[in-house]
């Protein structure tokens, strides 16, 4: 089984950066379709991006389309989400999912059975 721990919230300026890491436990990691999903204060959680366990595709929702992009380093069972030009309206807890083998087509959260404990992002105006 997977465990996963995400790393690298914290406070930023808007138009600032910051790079999630998410470390999973475990010899299956590069088995795993990872995600990054993102809970704002009285809102749903939802999709922000996908990488596929071929590692040969990613999807992003259209919020976050040419700003994040997520990568994935099996060596180091690490999958990380780069933010860049970052906005107010970015603020939330990022949480990291796992899903054996799965696709880029899994965008809902409650395909993902497997989620890490979330790190808070905020960025200020």
């Known amino acids: 089984q997977v465990q996963l721990v995400e790393s690298g919230g914290g406070l930023v300026q808007a138009g600032g950066s910051l790079r999630l890491s998410c470390a999973a436990s475990?010899?299956?990691?590069?088995?795993?379709?990872m995600a990054w999903f993102r809970q704002a204060p009285g809102k749903e959680r939802e999709f922000a991006a996908a990488?596929?366990?071929?590692?040969?595709?990613?999807r992003y929702a259209n919020s976050v389309k040419g700003r994040f992009t997520i990568s994935r380093d099996n060596a180091k069972n690490t999958v990380y989400l780069q933010m860049n030009s970052l906005k107010p309206e970015d603020t939330a807890v990022y949480y990291c999912?796992?899903?054996?083998?799965?696709?880029?087509?899994?965008?809902?959260?409650?395909?993902?059975?497997?989620w890490g404990q979330g790190t808070q992002v905020t960025v200020s105006s």
């Open positions: 999912a796992a899903l054996r083998y799965g696709s880029t087509s899994n965008v809902n959260q409650h395909q993902y059975n497997l």
């Open positions: 475990g010899p299956t990691f590069s088995s795993y379709t």
């Open positions: 990488i596929p366990w071929t590692g040969s595709s990613t």
